[in-house]
């Protein structure tokens, strides 16, 4: 989870955030290459310590200023299409979840199970427990199995919305009328959260949600449990 002393990306729960970050952290060192070689050249030029009158007029020095960006690029655009690809690929999912982003709040379904419904609302600052987080936590957690790839089918009832979990490298659009699909795959369990990304209204800011990851024997339980109330 990220807390306010946090510098870099939160710790991965999935292995495309795995990927996200070994991808930031590969074009982040291609960058400050750059901006040291940029730096230098200009402070050396401030300083007048060389002689640049061939500078602007060699073909040598254009062709490496042209050969040079163009290698550049391609180290970055190869691991950026490869991501792309997986990020989009949707493998056999073992549990669908609907979620319905209502102004504000979500809603969740499990119709594989069946049709498990429950709102999730943001714990009240008035209600909040000392193991609570402030407008991040909430009453009803979605609960999902770990080491299982899970297919989340996301839509609206009415405005626009955006449910994201940054630790899994996930954020779609919940579109009214419209049903958009993402998946992902925990690698390990915890309670993992998130916030609407899409300005939504007054109450934006309100509607977090919070994925508790627990063992695939632990949630046929709590299915069981559900299904029986």
């Not at 009158?53 to 299409?81: K, N």
Request: with cysteine.
């Amino acid at each position: 989870m990220a807390t306010w002393k946090i510098l870099l990306l939160q710790d991965s729960a999935s292995p495309l955030m795995e990927q996200l970050s070994f991808f930031h952290d590969h074009t982040l060192m291609i960058l400050l290459m750059i901006t040291v070689f940029v730096g230098y050249l200009m402070i050396s030029l401030f300083m007048n310590k060389y002689n640049y009158r061939y500078l602007l007029e060699g073909q040598t020095i254009e062709v490496i200023w042209t050969i040079l960006p163009a290698a550049t690029l391609i180290f970055i655009a190869v691991p950026s299409l490869q991501l792309l690809y997986l990020l989009d690929e949707i493998n056999n999912p073992l549990i669908s979840i609907k979620s319905i982003g209502h102004q504000w709040y979500w809603s969740y379904e499990y119709t594989d199970f069946k049709s498990i419904e429950f709102d999730s609302y943001m714990i009240p600052t008035s209600d909040l427990k000392s193991s609570n987080f402030r407008l991040l936590d909430v009453d009803n957690r979605l609960i999902l199995p770990y080491s299982s790839q899970i297919r989340m089918l996301v839509t609206a009832a009415d405005v626009l919305h955006s449910w994201t979990i940054p630790s899994i490298s996930v954020k779609i659009d919940a579109t009214p009328g419209r049903l958009n699909q993402v998946s992902f795959f925990f690698n390990r369990a915890g309670i993992f959260f998130g916030q609407c990304s899409e300005i939504c209204g007054a109450n934006h800011s309100f509607m977090p949600i919070v994925i508790e990851s627990i063992s695939p024997k632990s949630f046929i339980n709590w299915i069981v449990k559900m299904n029986s109330l």
